[in-house]
């Protein structure tokens, strides 16, 4: 816990040399890269095609997946494989300065990327799945930082979806707590930052705080190693400053999803062994917008759905849903719960709460 860990081996100040299109890195199989035009340049998108048996009734609504800092839609591909196998389109973003996107100069993105900027990249995106789906609205998916955005644009009320799903996501009341949870885990934090000459990556600059922010002791070391060299270069300051304090309107956010009146519009999922995004955080946040839900009731916003908190069918028997909001735990997960070893339960609890909405 007290190592040091400090390496410039993984920091980079220059952005990636750009790749052709015929160059940029292998995918799974059943998914396929699209590059978005932006006034920016090209974001990339990953779709995973369902090849479910076909339902009836009506298209299955589309999941779109938004990445946290360092990350991108590369992230997603497991979550992205295991639900288009069960009937649903699935669509991944890359922001500006993530995954195969545009990259900004490292002064550019760090200093001058504001989360409305990154918001913008994840709003074109959803427009362009949705229009790709026959206007059929999105479930949204953020994760970390980028489930701060997904709440952000839904609070901005920028587009409409079927349902909200916020992974291991910073809560919309403010991150503050986060980051002290983060300090309090890795004592050389400060001092490393300094000697690093401030680069935003220095806090996840060696795989092993790598894998103590981020992952369960489960993963190999060749895993996490193999992560650490997907991470974006460098990363924007201003996405997690402007996330420090409330940015988020809860009533105005729940204006936004359509989802089904009696059952949750919101699903909170969060890994067990989460030590940044901890259980109490995450218990904060379904709090949060449960009471935002109740307050809509009383208002007569919403029809009347389930009140009392009652316990769901889960693995690990925690998890919970009352007020429109399901909570749901990855028993020993880390923060990257999608990318340890135990994702496939968190696929599964996403699956529950897509299907009931």
Same mark, same amino acid.
């Given at each position: ?45 990953? +779709? !995973? ?5 076909? %339902?009836?009734?009506?298209?299955? =609504?589309? &999941?779109?997946? #938004?990445? @946290? ?21 699935? +669509? !991944? ?5 993530? %995954?195969?996107?545009?990259?900004? =100069?490292? &002064?550019?993105? #760090?200093? @001058? ?245």
């Amino acid at each position: 816990m007290l190592n040091f860990h400090f390496t410039y081996k993984w920091l980079h100040w220059r952005r990636p040399a750009t790749a052709a299109t015929d160059d940029l890195p292998t995918l799974p199989d059943g998914i396929e890269r699209f590059m978005l035009p932006t006034p920016g340049g090209n974001i990339e998108i990953l +779709y !995973a095609k369902p090849n479910g048996p076909p %339902g009836r009734g009506p298209p299955a =609504s589309p &999941l779109f997946f #938004v990445h @946290g800092g360092m990350g991108g839609a590369w992230v997603w591909q497991e979550y992205m494989q295991y639900l288009s196998a069960r009937g649903i389109p699935c +669509y !991944a973003v890359s922001m500006r300065g993530h %995954g195969n996107s545009w990259h900004p =100069s490292y &002064l550019r993105m #760090v200093y @001058g990327t504001t989360k409305r900027m990154l918001a913008d990249d994840v709003v074109a995106g959803i427009r362009w799945a949705q229009e790709r789906e026959g206007g059929n609205e999105v479930v949204l998916v953020g994760h970390s930082s980028g489930g701060g955005l997904s709440q952000f644009i839904l609070s901005e009320q920028e587009v409409k979806v079927k349902g909200l799903a916020l992974v291991a996501a910073v809560p919309g009341s403010g991150s503050a707590q986060v980051y002290w949870n983060w300090w309090c885990l890795d004592p050389w934090f400060t001092l490393r930052m300094i000697l690093h000459g401030w680069h935003p990556n220095s806090p996840l600059s060696h795989p092993a705080l790598t894998r103590r922010v981020f992952f369960s002791e489960q993963p190999s070391d060749a895993y996490v190693e193999s992560f650490q060299k997907r991470v974006s270069p460098y990363e924007s300051f201003l996405w997690p400053l402007g996330m420090s304090y409330s940015f988020t309107n809860p009533q105005k956010l729940l204006q936004q999803i359509t989802g089904s009146a009696v059952g949750q519009k919101i699903l909170v999922l969060c890994g067990g062994a989460d030590k940044i995004m901890t259980l109490p955080v995450m218990e904060k946040m379904a709090a949060f917008y449960r009471e935002a839900y109740h307050c809509q009731i009383g208002q007569k916003k919403l029809d009347v759905g389930d009140s009392e908190i009652k316990v769901i069918a889960g693995e690990g028997d925690q998890d919970t849903a009352s007020h429109g909001v399901r909570l749901c735990i990855v028993p020993g997960a880390g923060h990257h719960l999608q990318n340890d070893v135990q994702w496939e339960v968190g696929a599964q609890k996403l699956l529950e709460f897509y299907e009931q909405l």
